[in-house]
């Protein structure tokens, strides 16, 4: 079995004693003697006992490894808290990853790990940001339902939308962040490329079940010649109106009656 090559108090106590034991004997050379004995450098059993005879103890030398805590000055403040709390923060709202590099440009960044901050992906910590234009448009929706949902005769209504699943890693989620910090929340990223996307209809009727109607599913392509297209190529006005029709024969087929007066809008981007 290997021996560590730091030597330990103990080790260097073993030297000295074996070092004061052939002295005493009479030996020429004792420094060769004991390296006989514990099969260490001729140059260690001299610097032990050179350190012995200028400071009369020995210590133990530091392991020549990033295994030790460092000396810092650094002082445990709220405020140098507070700034690697903001540091981080700012550098995950706008999805940039935090690595040591980055963070030594600040002092109290070198008590990152101490303080308490992991790395990796914070779970739960992704929210979508709605611009102010969906944020118009969500208020007149909830204005315009919430009387058809609370009067005293329910319609049926269905609820219809398009949407993606993807699984997309990138290096910018291996990053710093603080589990304590409840108001580090890191916006979603608006990806594009290839996705499974899908677009159904969902029946909210007083009269049976809720129940998914005309569900497709597909994966998009990267390029014009794989069919179908990707997400923004495929959802577009000419397969909303295909799939829309038939949804119409589908809710036809369960008794259910859409109004004829109801105008419908078809937009080219959905």
């Given at each position: 079995?290997?021996?560590?090559?730091?030597?330990?108090?103990?080790?260097?106590?073993?030297?000295?004693?074996?070092?004061?034991?052939?002295?005493?004997?009479?030996?020429?050379?004792?420094?060769?003697?004991?390296?006989?004995?514990?099969?260490r450098?001729v140059?260690?059993v001299?610097?032990?006992?050179?350190?012995?005879?200028?400071?009369?103890?020995?210590?133990?030398?530091?392991p020549?490894?990033?295994?030790?805590?460092?000396?810092?000055?650094?002082?445990?403040?709220t405020?140098n808290?507070?700034?690697?709390?903001?540091f981080v923060?700012?550098?995950?709202v706008?999805?940039?990853?935090?690595?040591?590099v980055?963070?030594?440009?600040?002092?109290?960044?070198?008590?990152?790990?101490?303080?308490?901050?992991?790395?990796?992906?914070?779970?739960?910590?992704?929210s979508?940001?709605?611009?102010?234009?969906n944020?118009?448009a969500?208020?007149?929706?909830?204005?315009l339902?919430?009387?058809?949902?609370?009067?005293?005769?329910?319609?049926?209504v269905?609820?219809?939308?398009?949407?993606?699943?993807?699984?997309?890693?990138?290096?910018?989620?291996?990053?710093?962040?603080d589990?304590?910090?409840?108001?580090?929340?890191?916006?979603?990223?608006?990806?594009?490329?290839?996705?499974?996307?899908?677009?159904?209809?969902?029946?909210?009727s007083?009269?049976?079940?809720?129940?998914?109607?005309?569900?497709?599913?597909?994966r998009?392509?990267?390029?014009?010649?794989k069919?179908?297209?990707?997400?923004?190529?495929?959802?577009?006005?000419?397969?909303?109106?295909?799939?829309?029709n038939?949804?119409?024969?589908?809710?036809?087929?369960?008794?259910?009656?859409?109004?004829?007066?109801?105008?419908?809008?078809?937009?080219?981007?959905?």
């Amino acid at each position: 079995m290997a021996r560590a090559r730091t030597l330990t108090r103990e080790d260097r106590l073993d030297m000295l004693r074996l070092f004061a034991f052939y002295t005493s004997q009479g030996e020429t050379a004792p420094s060769k003697k004991v390296v006989q004995a514990l099969g260490r450098n001729v140059a260690v059993v001299r610097g032990v006992w050179c350190e012995y005879c200028d400071y009369g103890t020995v210590t133990a030398a530091t392991p020549a490894a990033n295994r030790t805590a460092h000396p810092t000055r650094l002082i445990h403040s709220t405020q140098n808290i507070e700034l690697i709390q903001a540091f981080v923060r700012s550098r995950r709202v706008t999805r940039m990853r935090g690595t040591a590099v980055d963070v030594l440009t600040l002092p109290p960044s070198l008590a990152s790990k101490r303080r308490g901050y992991k790395r990796g992906k914070k779970p739960g910590s992704s929210s979508y940001h709605l611009s102010k234009s969906n944020v118009l448009a969500r208020d007149e929706y909830v204005q315009l339902m919430h009387p058809l949902l609370t009067g005293t005769i329910r319609p049926s209504v269905v609820y219809m939308d398009e949407s993606f699943i993807h699984h997309h890693y990138k290096r910018q989620h291996d990053s710093l962040y603080d589990p304590s910090d409840e108001q580090d929340i890191q916006r979603k990223e608006n990806h594009k490329g290839r996705r499974f996307c899908f677009i159904a209809g969902i029946l909210d009727s007083p009269a049976m079940d809720c129940r998914v109607l005309t569900l497709d599913i597909f994966r998009g392509g990267k390029s014009q010649a794989k069919e179908p297209n990707d997400y923004h190529g495929m959802f577009n006005h000419d397969h909303f109106v295909k799939w829309f029709n038939s949804l119409l024969d589908e809710l036809d087929a369960l008794g259910v009656q859409a109004s004829s007066s109801m105008p419908f809008v078809f937009t080219t981007s959905l």
